[in-house]
């Protein structure tokens, strides 16, 4: 069962405009929820992340919201530049067990100049 | 380099071989974490570490997965009698402390290809 799931394979916007990319789960113990960004042969790098016990985080053109209740996370970036062109990935963990994380399936988002 | 290092960053084997692939963590990181990429997918968990010890391997998908820490830094994944599901992108990465939630760093991952 797919507990992290990124239902957007893929999604392509204009330089200068929003990018809002999507995650919803399933497992009420997830309290900790991250970003990973990875460009094409490196691995993942960290991006941001919120805590359960907020709604928002912000850093620089990056901003995720959290809706607990909806089970629901995004990814805001503005505005969104050509080498913002990469997979996001969705991931999330439950206090008990930190050092282990639940990533979703990715969503390939391409800014486009 | 100050990063994760993984090795090495391709390796085509046949069916029914054992491999191991190495990760060297960033120096001073007492947690190392292995994950598995398949096509089209997001990472998987397979196991970690803290310092020498497994700390959880629940990821492991059967017996055929091993993974060692000895001295608490260089990690060995080692897979026996591989498949072709076997094939995807195996990453590593570390953090100071026991905890994904801190900035954990992968490496640039190992693809192993099962022919």
């Known amino acids: 069962d797919q507990q992290v799931k990124q239902n957007s394979p893929s999604l392509s916007v204009q330089e200068g405009r929003i990018s809002i990319l999507n995650c919803d789960y399933t497992?009420?113990?997830?309290?900790?929820f991250l970003w990973y960004k990875k460009y094409p042969a490196e691995g993942p790098t960290f991006l941001i992340s919120?805590?359960?016990?907020?709604d928002k985080n912000e850093d620089g053109r990056f901003t995720v919201f959290l809706n607990k209740s909806a089970k629901h996370l995004s990814l805001h970036i503005v505005p969104s530049q050509p080498g913002d062109s990469a997979v996001y990935f969705c991931a999330a963990s439950a206090s008990s067990n930190t050092g282990k994380l639940i990533f979703g399936q990715g969503t390939t988002l391409q800014v486009k100049p | 380099g100050a990063g994760v290092s993984q090795t090495p960053s391709n390796k085509v084997t046949e069916k029914g071989k054992y491999v191991e692939l190495r990760c060297d963590p960033i120096?001073?990181?007492?947690?190392l974490y292995w994950y598995r990429q398949s096509l089209g997918q997001g990472p998987e968990f397979l196991i970690y570490?803290?310092?020498?010890?497994?700390?959880?391997d629940s990821g492991l998908p059967n017996d055929r997965f091993f993974a060692v820490r000895p001295e608490g830094s260089v990690s060995t994944l080692k897979i026996q009698r591989t498949e072709r599901g076997d094939s995807a992108v195996y990453l590593c990465a570390s953090s100071r402390y026991r905890d994904m939630n801190t900035e954990a760093f992968f490496g640039q991952g190992t693809r192993l290809t099962v022919v």
């Open positions: 919120i805590s359960s016990i907020k």
């Open positions: 570490f803290q310092g020498t010890g497994a700390a959880d």
């Open positions: 497992n009420s113990m997830f309290d900790y």
């Open positions: 120096s001073g990181h007492t947690a």
